[in-house]
């Protein structure tokens, strides 16, 4: 058996945080990742580089930030010959393939991997991708997700998608859903697997990603009506950002001008069964590894590229991409052999540390230029931390965090907002104008100033 360990990337989209058991949430079931959670390190502050999927996921596989690779939009790449970990595994001798959505542009763009399974949904991934041929081959078409992501397709979507914020549940089978499929190809490709050979695993599932339609049973699995609603007090009127343009930022993707609580809860209802789909898959991944006696000997990192408002700030999805903490805030679990089990660390980390941190767990060197940080010495030592500050940067918001704080300042404007995150940690109230918080103030924007000098 090989002594370098297995690695298994687990990613989700448009997943937040605080949406898991392991993170407090009281409502939602997810028992698989919980269990990951107990055989490694939970990271309580674990961040994106910028809430967007694109740039997000390009981030963790040249482990450097959005801004150094140029990427902004979801239509941006970096070049298959750019440095990245997948291919200092795959050059190293490990077997790599990636099963999921990806959202490379090219859609096929091969950075390292050995074997490719795509579903996609944005762009023109659906139309060439393996999932979407498979679903034409069972005589199957998901229109409520061409509808939610196709311009071509969303013209035609019925009044009940705009009326329910596109939360229905799927009218495909589950045995045929994306995050089946996505599974199952993770787990045929372990399967096939040498005992002498390591491998790199990446599955990446679709959801929670809107639209929020998971199939049955997932569809009704939650009761609205009980469900823990997310503190919303209209706090957006106040954010200075939100409003700098003038226009009513509830009005995005959707109107959500009208949203009661029972759409808030309906939508929270069909996002939670989403997740604990994606559990349920998760579950049956680690029951392979486990049956090939590979489990103990296996990395595993559970993330997100972002996350999602979820009616908070009576916002939806991912727009106006502003990195509050409700979009930039993500899972970040990591269970390695021989780390550290069952704890919970609070240092800052962020997806650009995936790269550093995967290439020395599997004894590789990483290239100099790597702007991320390996966070083993995390895995090692919980209480310990290997910085003072993460950044998170969108096409016209970046923000700083630290421990305590988080500072975010517009880009083409003198907007600039903080927030005393151990005591408002949903970021209801801007303390930026106070006069009490003037030295943290002063302290943050230097910080900001030295993070994005070159932006």
Not at 20 to 42: E, F, S
Not at 264 to 281: C, E, F, W
């Amino acid at each position: 058996m090989s002594k370098r360990p297995n690695i298994l990337l687990i990613m989700a989209d448009q997943l937040r945080q605080d949406a898991l058991g392991c993170y407090g949430n009281p409502d939602v079931k997810t028992p698989n990742i919980d269990r990951i959670a107990t055989m490694g390190v939970k990271f309580a502050n674990g961040y994106t580089v910028l809430p967007l999927c694109s740039p997000a996921r390009y981030s963790v596989l040249t482990g450097k930030y959005p801004r150094t690779l140029g990427l902004v939009t979801n239509n941006e790449h970096v070049d298959e010959s750019m440095d990245n970990f997948v291919r200092r595994l795959h050059d190293s001798g490990y077997k790599t393939g990636c099963f999921g959505k990806m959202h490379f542009t090219p859609v096929y763009a091969n950075y390292g991997f050995d074997a490719m399974r795509l579903s996609e949904q944005n762009g023109d991934g659906w139309k060439i991708d393996d999932y979407h041929k498979y679903l034409e081959e069972q005589g199957l078409t998901d229109w409520w997700d061409l509808w939610d992501q196709q311009f071509e397709y969303r013209k035609d979507a019925p009044d009940i998608y705009w009326e329910t914020y596109g939360a229905k549940g799927s009218d495909i089978p589950e045995e045929h859903y994306s995050t089946t499929w996505t599974a199952n190809q993770t787990i045929e490709f372990i399967r096939n697997q040498s005992e002498d050979t390591p491998f790199f695993a990446w599955m990446s599932f679709i959801k929670p990603h809107h639209p929020f339609d998971p199939p049955a049973p997932y569809d009704t699995m939650y009761n609205p009506d009980e469900l823990t609603l997310l503190p919303n007090e209209d706090a957006w009127r106040d954010k200075p950002l939100l409003t700098a343009n003038g226009s009513d930022p509830r009005m995005g993707y959707f109107d959500a001008r009208e949203q009661t609580d029972e759409h808030r809860r309906k939508v929270m209802a069909l996002y939670y069964g989403a997740i604990t789909h994606i559990d349920h898959h998760v579950g049956r991944v680690l029951d392979c590894l486990q049956d090939k006696g590979l489990l103990e000997n296996t990395v595993i990192v559970v993330v997100a590229d972002h996350a999602d408002y979820l009616g908070q700030f009576g916002l939806y999805l991912k727009h106006p991409n502003i990195p509050y903490d409700a979009l930039a805030k993500v899972p970040f679990i990591v269970a390695a052999p021989g780390m550290a089990q069952g704890e919970t660390s609070d240092a800052l980390v962020s997806l650009v540390d995936i790269y550093p941190t995967l290439t020395e767990l599997a004894e590789q060197t990483s290239e100099p230029s790597v702007e991320g940080i390996s966070i083993k010495p995390l895995l090692q030592t919980p209480s310990l931390s290997v910085r003072n500050c993460v950044t998170v940067e969108s096409g016209r918001v970046n923000a700083v965090r630290t421990q305590r704080h988080k500072y975010l300042r517009s880009r083409d404007a003198d907007i600039e907002e903080l927030y005393d995150i151990e005591e408002d940690p949903f970021e209801l109230c801007n303390i930026a104008g106070e006069a009490s918080a003037r030295l943290v103030l002063e302290a943050h924007r230097k910080i900001y100033d030295d993070a994005f000098s070159t932006v």
